[in-house]
């Protein structure tokens, strides 16, 4: 299949000639049509599967029809849960929509808002925008929606996870009721379900994966070690095995910046990215990382959500993530587009409990290999895969009696295990 017959016109199918796409991914060839002929889409589909283009594609076609924004006026609204990720998709709409005379504008918290209130005075036929400052805009009367024609949701699921349903409640309140909805989620929670059930109508449904499956074309493992070598095991690994480009995740901020330090010690180039960055440092951070001379970026989950770096050789998973859905958006980064993907994960024995929740969402018991000199003296349990259906988390009350020994042992250090960085 190519991309000349799904609807697009010739100065879009120029754009994506230029990038060099030769074949539509699965989620755009399904997408693009749906979107060009109207119709509302629910999308099961992370990033790596083409989604951002799965949706900026037939935007731009859709947009370049209509008469363009006035003054202040949106007439497609992206939402997005990071920076990274709106600026990344700000660019897609650039790229893709060069050939256009459309406006676009993207506005995200963490730098001044005047300069992104002077842009939107000229209209933006297509606002990105993460939730926080699109209300605060909104509030200071520099962006309205009368003429809004379509509402994006990418990556709806981080959106509820960082709190955003408030913010999201009440932007979807201010939107005219007839208008085109795009939803974009890698997991559909019951929660998520229960968002699109008030927003998409008669909704065309896409899913690119099964789902919470992990992406094909990434070999995973698990290097079990004791939790005081993880550093020393890293550095050993990234020489040892000549990674080049590797993304570490980090549970957090600070153990980011400790592990960035020791890296450092141990001759890798390395960089932090999370929440306590500013944005210029999180935005050079990623530049350094893309163009080579970084040689390792630890990141926090909410910082790395979104990246987007081309073929992605190597994530490593430096603590296993509280939430074993994290571990799907992580593996995600890698393994992209057609290109192959190692994701390595350390585990200590302590996170046995946290190993076998994501084996069991993945429905899938990861290989072990253990490095020569950093047997673990406390061993890591064997996986047993357990099949029982994994349920939706529902919100719990404090209890006075933790009768969970994971649970009252990270209460005990004072730690929200549902807390997000
Ligand atoms: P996304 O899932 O939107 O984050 O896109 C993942 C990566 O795939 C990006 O680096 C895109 O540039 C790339 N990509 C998107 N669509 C295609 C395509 N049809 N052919 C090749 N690469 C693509």
Same mark, same amino acid.
């Given at each position: 299949?190519?991309?000349?017959?799904?609807?697009?016109?010739?100065?879009?199918?120029?754009?994506?000639?230029?990038?060099?796409?030769?074949?539509?991914?699965?989620?755009?060839?399904?997408?693009?049509?749906?979107?060009?002929?109207?119709?509302?889409?629910?999308?099961?589909?992370?990033?790596?599967?083409?989604?951002?283009?799965?949706?900026?594609?037939?935007?731009?076609?859709?947009?370049?029809?209509?008469?363009?924004?006035?003054?202040?006026?949106?007439?497609?609204?992206?939402?997005?849960?990071?920076?990274?990720?709106?600026?990344?998709?700000?660019?897609?709409?650039?790229?893709?929509?060069?050939?256009?005379?459309?406006?676009?504008?993207?506005?995200?918290?963490?730098?001044?808002?005047?300069?992104?209130?002077?842009?939107?005075?000229?209209?933006?036929?297509?606002?990105?925008?993460?939730?926080?400052?699109?209300?605060?805009?909104?509030?200071?009367?520099?962006?309205?929606?009368?003429?809004?024609?379509?509402?994006?949701?990418?990556?709806?699921?981080?959106?509820?996870?960082?709190?955003?349903?408030?913010?999201?409640?009440?932007?979807?309140?201010?939107?005219?009721?007839?208008?085109?909805?795009?939803?974009?989620?890698?997991?559909?929670?019951?929660?998520?379900?229960?968002?699109?059930?008030?927003?998409?109508?008669?909704?065309?449904?896409?899913?690119?994966?099964?789902?919470?499956?992990?992406?094909?074309?990434?070999?995973?493992?698990?290097?079990?070690?004791?939790?005081?070598?993880?550093?020393?095991?890293?550095?050993?690994?990234?020489?040892?095995?000549?990674?080049?480009?590797?993304?570490?995740?980090?549970?957090?901020?600070?153990?980011?910046?400790?592990?960035?330090?020791?890296?450092?010690?141990?001759?890798?180039?390395?960089?932090?990215?999370?929440?306590?960055?500013?944005?210029?440092?999180?935005?050079?951070?990623?530049?350094?990382?893309?163009? &080579?001379?970084?040689?390792? $970026? @630890? %990141?926090?989950?909410?910082?790395?959500?979104?990246? *987007? /770096?081309?073929? !992605?050789?190597?994530?490593?998973?430096?603590?296993?993530?509280?939430?074993?859905?994290?571990?799907?958006?992580?593996?995600?980064?890698?393994?992209?587009?057609?290109?192959? &993907?190692?994701?390595?994960? $350390? @585990? %200590?024995?302590?996170?046995?409990?946290?190993?076998? *929740? /994501?084996?069991? !969402?993945?429905?899938?018991?990861?290989?072990?290999?253990?490095?020569?000199?950093?047997?673990?003296?406390?061993?890591?349990?064997?996986?047993?895969?357990?099949?029982?259906?994994?349920?939706?988390?529902?919100?719990?009350?404090?209890?006075?009696?933790?009768?969970?020994?994971?649970?009252?042992?990270?209460?005990?250090?004072?730690?929200?295990?549902?807390?997000?960085?």
């Amino acid at each position: 299949m190519s991309f000349d017959s799904l609807g697009l016109s010739a100065p879009i199918l120029a754009a994506v000639k230029e990038k060099g796409y030769e074949t539509p991914s699965p989620i755009q060839a399904q997408a693009i049509p749906a979107v060009i002929e109207g119709r509302d889409v629910m999308a099961a589909a992370q990033t790596g599967t083409g989604k951002t283009a799965g949706f900026t594609l037939p935007l731009l076609e859709l947009l370049s029809k209509g008469p363009r924004a006035p003054s202040n006026q949106a007439r497609a609204l992206v939402l997005t849960p990071t920076r990274e990720l709106a600026a990344q998709v700000a660019e897609s709409v650039e790229t893709y929509g060069k050939n256009l005379s459309l406006n676009s504008t993207v506005v995200f918290g963490g730098v001044k808002i005047n300069p992104q209130m002077m842009k939107l005075r000229r209209g933006a036929d297509i606002l990105v925008a993460t939730p926080g400052r699109l209300m605060d805009l909104y509030n200071q009367k520099a962006v309205r929606f009368d003429k809004l024609e379509v509402l994006i949701l990418d990556e709806a699921d981080r959106m509820l996870d960082m709190g955003f349903i408030r913010d999201i409640r009440k932007i979807l309140a201010l939107l005219p009721k007839r208008r085109q909805n795009l939803m974009f989620s890698a997991t559909f929670s019951d929660d998520i379900r229960s968002l699109a059930k008030g927003l998409v109508n008669d909704p065309v449904e896409i899913s690119v994966s099964p789902r919470n499956a992990t992406a094909r074309t990434v070999t995973q493992w698990v290097s079990p070690v004791d939790k005081n070598q993880k550093p020393a095991l890293l550095a050993h690994l990234i020489w040892e095995e000549k990674w080049e480009q590797v993304l570490v995740f980090s549970r957090t901020k600070h153990g980011a910046n400790k592990l960035t330090k020791f890296l450092e010690n141990n001759g890798i180039k390395a960089a932090a990215i999370h929440g306590n960055k500013s944005q210029g440092a999180r935005t050079r951070a990623l530049a350094d990382f893309k163009s &080579g001379s970084i040689r390792a $970026l @630890v %990141a926090t989950d909410i910082a790395a959500r979104g990246l *987007d /770096i081309d073929q !992605l050789p190597q994530v490593v998973n430096f603590d296993l993530p509280n939430v074993p859905e994290d571990y799907v958006h992580r593996i995600g980064r890698t393994g992209r587009a057609g290109s192959t &993907g190692q994701a390595v994960s $350390l @585990v %200590a024995a302590e996170e046995f409990k946290l190993l076998s *929740d /994501i084996e069991r !969402l993945i429905k899938q018991v990861l290989d072990r290999k253990v490095t020569e000199g950093f047997e673990p003296v406390h061993k890591l349990p064997p996986s047993r895969l357990n099949t029982r259906p994994v349920r939706a988390k529902k919100p719990k009350k404090p209890r006075v009696d933790h009768r969970d020994g994971q649970r009252s042992g990270d209460n005990a250090r004072g730690h929200k295990p549902k807390a997000r960085r």
